[in-house]
């Protein structure tokens, strides 16, 4: 059995090599490195993949969130409502700008943010709220968009763990993960989903001004060559990484779907184990998978780590301490008992390898080993 690993991008890469290598090859043969005509063709790409208007690439899912927030004109001060349990790029970019982070805690069974905890956190001074579609699974946008409407608040949606899923509304209409929103951002960090051989990240917008103002943002406010009308970052997808993006962008609903089944083998394989619960799909939005994430409820959970380490098992936790706990993030307050489902996501949560190239062998080794450990 070949080894396993969380992420095996060493077998998707020997599966495409000549298609990536010769794009790679293109590239250093024009000498085109930044802003190449590849960032445009994958620009438009994945515009038509999104189904949205405009794709503005930029350096990485961290940068897109900023220059989202700088597009939108959010103000120090301003509020912005997100969720205790992300990736800490979410808040980063917030306290930078000077913006007030209000954390909220998640929904325990989709680890996705709270529309009733948003609702309660709203106050005179909330501009935004900022969904992030975790492990995978869009978060429950139409509530969501809902609380915005009334309110006059900007919903901004990361999407960098959910590249390809859908959205499904309550007439059946379907819309991809980051189009939902005023602005969607997404990385294109090697382990994503669709993820490049090094950073990049991109914004996603409906809105044509949005567009033109987080395209001027990212490359230093300017428009016109040397004519500064923001105050911008340089921030910008290598042409290199484009290329790879274009090659990758093709194989994208294949390895979702592939992701797809390696959860639907795991969900199969732990029903019957009281101790385990598996992650849930809600009926509002298809999931890709990023992760699969398990919540363990007997208490050993770290143990369980271990002996599946023991048997050359990688496995995570996604994510070990809360937002409200981190030390940066002291400053803004928050008590322990505020966060009662983030407190006991982050004890009980494990994530298991999950990418488009695990095989049966693996997962039935990996599944035989887990219900092993609760015998
Ligand atoms: C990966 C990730 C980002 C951004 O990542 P970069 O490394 O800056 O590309 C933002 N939010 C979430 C939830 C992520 O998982």
Redesign the pocket.
């Known amino acids: 059995m070949r080894e396993i690993q969380m992420v095996d991008l060493q077998k998707q890469y020997s599966n495409i090599r000549s298609e990536i290598n010769d794009a790679i090859q293109k590239v250093i043969d024009s000498t085109a490195f930044i802003k190449g005509p590849e960032v445009t063709e994958f620009e438009k790409e994945l515009q038509d993949y999104m189904g949205v208007k405009h794709v503005v690439s930029c350096a990485?899912?961290?940068?897109a969130?900023q220059i989202a927030m700088m597009t939108l004109g959010l103000k120090p001060g301003d509020e912005v409502i997100t969720t205790d349990f992300?990736?800490i790029?979410?808040v980063e970019v917030v306290a930078l700008l000077g913006l007030k982070l209000v954390l909220v805690d998640p929904d325990p069974d989709t680890f996705n943010i709270s529309p009733e905890a948003v609702m309660k956190a709203v106050t005179p001074h909330t501009k935004a709220i900022v969904p992030?579609h975790?492990f995978g699974q869009c978060s429950d946008m139409e509530s969501i968009n809902k609380i915005a409407g009334q309110y006059g608040l900007f919903v901004i949606e990361?999407a960098?763990?959910s590249t390809g899923a859908d959205f499904i509304f309550s007439n059946g209409k379907k819309q991809k993960s980051g189009t939902i929103g005023d602005i969607g951002t997404t990385?294109?960090?090697p382990s994503?989903n669709l993820g490049c051989y090094g950073?990049g990240?991109a914004l996603y917008t409906n809105n044509e001004e949005f567009a033109i103002k987080a395209r001027s943002i990212a490359n230093h406010g300017m428009k016109i060559k040397y004519h500064h009308d923001h105050v911008g970052i340089n921030s910008r997808l290598d042409t290199v990484q484009a290329a790879i993006l274009r090659v990758k962008l093709k194989y994208l609903d294949k390895y979702n779907e592939a992701r797809r089944n390696a959860a639907d083998y795991y969900d199969k394989a732990f029903a019957s184990c009281p101790y385990i619960v598996s992650p849930r799909r809600v009926p509002w939005s298809t999931h890709i998978f990023h992760q699969y994430t398990l919540r363990i409820k007997n208490g050993k959970r770290d143990e369980l780590k271990k002996y599946l380490s023991e048997k050359k098992i990688p496995s995570m936790v996604y994510y070990p301490v809360p937002l409200h706990k981190q030390n940066a993030y002291r400053y803004l307050g928050y008590k322990e008992e505020d966060f009662p489902v983030t407190n006991a996501l982050c004890s009980e949560v494990l994530s298991l390898p999950m990418h488009p190239e695990i095989d049966t062998e693996q997962l039935e080794y990996i599944t035989q080993n887990v219900l092993k450990f609760f015998e």
């Not at 990485?60 to 940068?63: A, E, I, L, Q």
């Open positions: 990485n899912g961290t940068d969130l992300t990736f790029s979410t992030v975790l990361d960098a763990q990385s294109f960090f994503k950073d990240g």
